[in-house]
């Protein structure tokens, strides 16, 4: 009965501040992201010198302490818990297919239709998934962040 009431307590946590007030919810893992921003690729990269895509996430991830993450970005999307488009939150990992052959990019969902990564072309950068090169490559996206991790992001 006691883990009913804290899963249930957990739920109402996370349920009212992913609410609206997202100004300030966003803040923290916004502040992270925007530190690097324009971070050059780099192909096997996982720091400021420079990210790939899985790189950038684990350094992302890391900073609100989720490191239990796979290097790369096919088996990063293996892992968490399936979420669909429409039911997307802050933190959750959203992954495509951009070279024909199943996953091979992947990034950080922020809110508003927007997640962050690092583009081969154009390194770190924000980007929306309803643009057209993102929404015809989108194939999944995954929850990783347990309650403490998504706390951190929104403080």
């Known amino acids: 009965m ?15 501040t992913a609410a609206p007030s997202t100004f300030a919810s966003e803040a923290r893992i916004e502040s992270e992201v925007n ?3 324009g971070t050059p ?9 420079g990210f790939d ?18 290097r790369t970005s096919e088996s990063q999307a293996k892992v968490g818990t399936v979420v ?28 508003d239709n927007q ?14 998934l309803s643009d057209s090169y993102y929404k015809d490559r989108y194939v999944t996206a995954r929850r990783v962040v347990n309650e403490d991790s998504y706390l951190k992001m929104i403080e």
């Open 115 to 128: 997640f962050a990564h690092s583009s081969s072309s154009k390194g770190v950068r924000i980007s929306k």
């Open 53 to 70: 895509c899985s790189g950038f996430i684990l350094y992302i991830m890391g900073k609100f302490n989720v490191d239990n993450l796979p």
């Open 41 to 49: 690729y780099s192909w096997g990269g996982t720091t400021v010198s």
């Open 35 to 37: 530190q690097v921003v």
């Open 2 to 16: 006691k883990k009913i009431i804290i899963s249930l307590l957990g739920a109402a946590v996370l349920f009212t």
């Open 84 to 111: 669909a488009q429409e039911d997307l939150q802050l933190g959750d990992l959203v992954f495509f297919n951009t070279s024909g052959n199943g996953i091979s990019h992947a990034g950080i969902y922020l809110g």
